[in-house]
């Protein structure tokens, strides 16, 4: 589930403004993300990760964890879903580099929020963070570039 705020990105992205619009320090608009445990659970099944502390409450509890919690590979995609709608269809996501901090249960709200931090020749930099009522969950830095339109 997301909120109206991401739902608005693409009219003032890099889809709107074009390559011009990425200017260093240009920030992303949120997106809002409520983890439940439908969420959660779904996601980890959808990316093949049967570990069992991402759909079994009982035995993440057991293993010291306070619920359910999202997988890493649902994080990236997060991630790239929150650069390339802001940036639009054009947009090749180059490389994502991520660092997991406090854990996203079930439950909870994630909201990532962005910063253009570079622009070099066709690439864009971005810097991402994902926070939760814990803190900081994700730090990532993307790479993009935008396909021309003839490609």
């Known amino acids: 589930m997301t909120t109206a705020s991401q739902s608005d990105s693409l009219r003032g992205g890099l889809a709107a403004g074009g390559a011009t619009a990425a200017q260093v320090g240009a920030t992303l608009p949120e997106l809002v993300v409520h983890a439940d445990p439908t969420f959660v659970i779904s996601t980890a099944i959808a990316t093949r990760d049967f570990q069992d502390v991402h759909h079994d409450r009982d035995k993440a509890v057991a ?77 990532a830095k993307v790479v993009i570039a935008l396909r021309g339109t003839n490609d």
Do not use: M
């Open 63 to 139: 293993r010291g964890s306070k619920d359910i919690f999202v997988n890493i590979l649902t994080d990236t995609g997060l991630v790239q879903r929150f650069v390339t709608d802001w940036a639009g269809p054009r947009a090749i996501v180059k490389s994502i580099a991520l660092r997991l901090g406090v854990p996203l249960y079930a439950g909870d709200t994630l909201t990532l929020t962005g910063t253009v931090s570079a622009v070099d020749d066709e690439d864009i930099h971005i810097d991402v963070v994902g926070r939760d009522s814990l803190g900081d969950h994700i730090t």
